[in-house]
């Protein structure tokens, strides 16, 4: 529910006004402290807040502050994706890159540890002395893990200037992904604007896709944001290991990872959820990222079998040459490894053709994140032995340019029989073959 513009106001002016107080830096406060501050300082002329809303506005600005403390601001910051706190130092990933934040420390590990408590706090996770390690999914779809104890131990510099290690309690914070649009992903230049044009044709016509890349490579924000493209009125069902994407759609089912019990019962995963959601009739289904040859497989049977689309992410390097027939030398490996003695990479592959339309790459340049190849599947051709494929789109890293090939003979029959106009170029490229070797 949005903020009421008022209160928003007044929590931004009582925020900026006690940001840098001495205050929020000490170990130990605890929210009643704060409350009784805040509450004092809404009486001030300089801080006045109407008698009718400080408890709405005291309110706001806690849950910000006891969320995520010292953390806010490298928190909120769209384009930080990880987060390392070891012992008083302060490591983010942002845009690809790892640098400190001086800004974002705690005063001590004892103000670290009192942020882990709250962080784990209503939560089932838990972390001690007698058992230093957590690994808890917070509020929000945030992954924290925490380390400590004699055995982990962090580079400092000694007063003589020589580099030691020392004992340090290390937090690490994968955050989920920020909901960028397709358009906001063009105007980073992940893609450009005829690649926007053509995702916004595949998504209306629902053709299934794999997204591949490395690390960090924008993988799932990719795949998160082509849902913003799906037609209304449809239901769409998404399988991740930890909630990390942030669907831009409505109706749209998230189905995650559960732990077991005390008991050691109750474990829900991936292939568990993938196998019931097929019960739930969706339209659309999408998997967060294969990271198992079972799941890879089981990706390729619900393609079969999902009403409209399916999609996924892989992780697969991506270097300057090997794109798209890389990515299928990878995927059909896995899933033919998750098939076991069911199936041979050759059905493995022709299972592919028959409903697998498109092929992402992307990679993390010098430049940026980029889509660095998307290939076409027409189909198997067993005779051969061969997948058949067209280019649609490459990247040019040494100009750091898109070349749009355009849209193929088979992407405009389908988009005729749909009655959907389309005004990209036709595309010219040569068929290739991808022969599967026996």
């Given at each position: ?167 340090h309690t290390i937090v690490s914070i994968r955050k989920p992904i920020y ?260």
């Amino acid at each position: 529910m949005a903020m009421d513009p008022q209160v928003e106001r007044d929590v931004e002016r009582l925020k900026a006004a006690v940001v840098n107080h001495p205050l929020l830096r000490q170990p130990g406060v605890t929210r009643t402290d704060m409350h009784a501050f805040l509450y004092r300082l809404c009486a001030d002329p300089e801080t006045f807040v109407p008698m009718e809303q400080r408890e709405k506005v005291i309110t706001a600005l806690l849950d910000t502050w006891f969320r995520f403390d010292a953390l806010q601001s490298v928190m909120e910051d769209p384009f930080v994706t990880d987060v390392h706190v070891i012992g008083i130092t302060t490591l983010v990933q942002r845009n690809g890159r790892k640098f400190e934040v001086p800004d974002s420390r705690f005063s001590s590990e004892e103000a670290l540890g009192e942020f882990v408590e709250r962080q784990l706090d209503d939560t089932p996770y838990r972390y001690s002395q007698s058992d230093p390690m957590s690994d808890a999914i917070l509020r929000g779809g945030y992954r924290m893990n925490v380390v400590g104890g004699p055995g982990t131990r962090y580079t400092v510099r000694d007063a003589e200037g020589r580099i030691v290690t020392e004992p340090h309690t290390i937090v690490s914070i994968r955050k989920p992904i920020y909901p960028f649009t397709l358009d906001d992903l063009t105007s980073l230049s992940l893609l450009d604007a005829e690649t926007r044009a053509f995702i916004r044709l595949l998504m209306q016509l629902g053709d299934s896709f794999i997204v591949a890349g490395g690390v960090g490579s924008g993988k799932t924000t990719l795949m998160n944001a082509m849902t913003g493209d799906i037609p209304s009125g449809q239901l769409t069902i998404i399988i991740e290991e930890l909630p990390e994407m942030a669907p831009l759609c409505e109706w749209a089912i998230r189905l995650t990872d559960r732990a077991e019990n005390h008991e050691g019962k109750g474990r829900i995963d991936m292939v568990r959820n993938l196998i019931n959601s097929l019960r739930m009739n969706g339209d659309n289904e999408y998997i967060g990222e294969v990271r198992s040859a079972a799941v890879a497989y089981l990706f390729l049977r619900t393609s079969l079998i999902v009403k409209r689309q399916t999609g996924t992410t892989f992780h697969s390097h991506v270097g300057l040459r090997a794109g798209v027939e890389g990515v299928l030398t990878r995927f059909l490996l896995e899933a033919a490894d998750g098939a076991g003695s069911r199936a041979s990479v050759q059905n493995i592959a022709g299972m592919m053709g028959d409903k697998i339309r498109f092929v992402f790459t992307l990679r993390d340049t010098r430049h940026g994140k980029r889509i660095t190849e998307i290939g076409e599947i027409l189909g198997f051709d067993f005779g051969e032995r061969a997948l058949l494929w067209q280019p649609v789109m490459t990247y040019d890293a040494t100009a750091d340019a898109f070349l749009f090939h355009g849209v193929t003979d088979a992407m405009q029959e389908r988009a005729a029989v749909e009655g959907i106009e389309v005004h990209l170029p036709r595309n010219h490229e040569a068929v290739r073959r991808y022969r599967i070797a026996t």
